[in-house]
């Protein structure tokens, strides 16, 4: 049990008090719960093409928005304003392709019956119920936008739990669905410790649809298994970047840099690992070092910047952990290595190492910042293997002219983006996005991550004749006409 306490948040940018807001206690969250039920009712009984029509509003009012939700992410996350557009960016067209893709995915579908013309059969897809959204900090808008926006079109009602260094991102967001026409109860947004109101979240929902680290993902898909309700968790990576000997360098080394950079490296997707042919080793990694040590760092509001703060002191310990046990351990900075205590108190140099070896926390631990371990590979082969191997499956990217697809083909990991770090993929947004391995269970995003949230049902009608013996025929006689049948259903003998 908790009780309310003030839930305080700092700016990473200056470490000063942006807002407090009231953090949910345990006790509250069955309520929470059963007043989203309530809702949930009328709300799927109203036709799929109203329910779009609230995220059609959604998608127009988040660019309306622009500015004000940059503002509120950045504050809370300290994250360049180009990284928090991409997410103003990516939720908006999401949710209006999930919108447009809703109705045709939710439509009944007739499916062959156990009898021809006897049977007729309906697939429908019919909410879960209530779903539960865990969310992290680093992605605090567009990822409950696209996430909330499947679970709702699919007719069901949403509780969120946003990261504590995060709510007001969260609480403006509902705020935007409100003005988009959502009923009441549908959104709510309980903010508070995720181990004080997970156990009771999981104990209500009727599925959990987590982003985070795997240690909580595993926690939560054990619990949500002992309910025996439905789970997706999008977990961590250390993604690994391919460039081949046929690939353009210098937009190789850009959409590195962009892979590995982008959002401070805070990107589950983002990239920290690249193996470089050799015969294109040396002059990628010239160009590489260079754009990396132009890159503007710093902290504020203003367009003009690249990399923003790491988001807490706890990250900004994590990255310099990592740097300094490779360093001490032999590897070589190529660009970056230190904090920058001068611009911000959580500012971390965007980081090349080579030499990393398995010894070092950097080789195979996800450090989830601006560090990025560069390795030279004799082949494709090479390449492959090394990038396969890893508890991890999350993204790949692969630079090359003509093999790209080729390649893509033998990594195991749920994304793979071909001349492009990650946005290529992760923007595909009606295809399916998550990971393999330790990278997570479902998808979100695509066909899968809105039927996620439904039960399909089959509803079967049988008419003239019940699939059983007719008193005339006996059992025997039965057998014998329907092995006849069947073998016509069948195609003949063979
Ligand atoms: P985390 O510690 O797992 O926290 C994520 C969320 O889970 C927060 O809201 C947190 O709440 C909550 N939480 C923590 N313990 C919980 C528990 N026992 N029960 C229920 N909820 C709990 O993750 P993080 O380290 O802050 O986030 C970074 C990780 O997220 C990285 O590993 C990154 O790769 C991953 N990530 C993955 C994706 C993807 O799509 N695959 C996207 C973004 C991030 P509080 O912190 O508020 O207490």
Known sequence: MSSNRDLMVRCPFDDSIYGTCTSTAAEQV????ARARRAQAAWAAAPVTDRARVFRRLAALILDNRDKIL???QAETGKARLSAFEEVMDASRAVRVFAGSAPGLLRPRRRAGAIPVLTSTVEHHRPVGVVGIINPWNYPFNLPASDGAQALLAGNAVVLKPDSQTPFTALLLAELLTGAGLPDGLFQVLPGSGAELGPALVAGVDYLMFTGST?????LATACAERLIGFSGELGGKNPLLVLDDADLATAAAGTVHGAFANTG?????????YIHQSVHDEFVDRLVALVRGLRLGVGYDWNLDVGSLSSAKQLAAVSTHVDDAVAKGATV???GRARPDLG????????LTGVTEDMLACREETFGPVLAVYRVASDDEAVARANDSRYGLNASVWSARRGPEVAARLRTGTVNVNEGYAAAWGSHAAPMGGMGESGVGRRHGDHGLLKYTEPQTVSVQRLHRIAPPP??????????MTAAIRLLNGGRR
């Open 334 to 336: 190529l660009a970056g």
């Open 345 to 352: 108190p959580y500012c971390y140099e965007p980081t090349v």
């Open 472 to 481: 005339k025929l006996g059992n025997e006689g039965y057998a014998t006409v």
């Open 266 to 274: 805070q990107v589950c997707v983002g990239i920290e690992r690249a």
């Open 71 to 73: 503002d509120t992410i």
């Open 30 to 33: 069955p309520a929470a719960i």
């Open 215 to 219: 240690a909580t993902g595993r926690q």
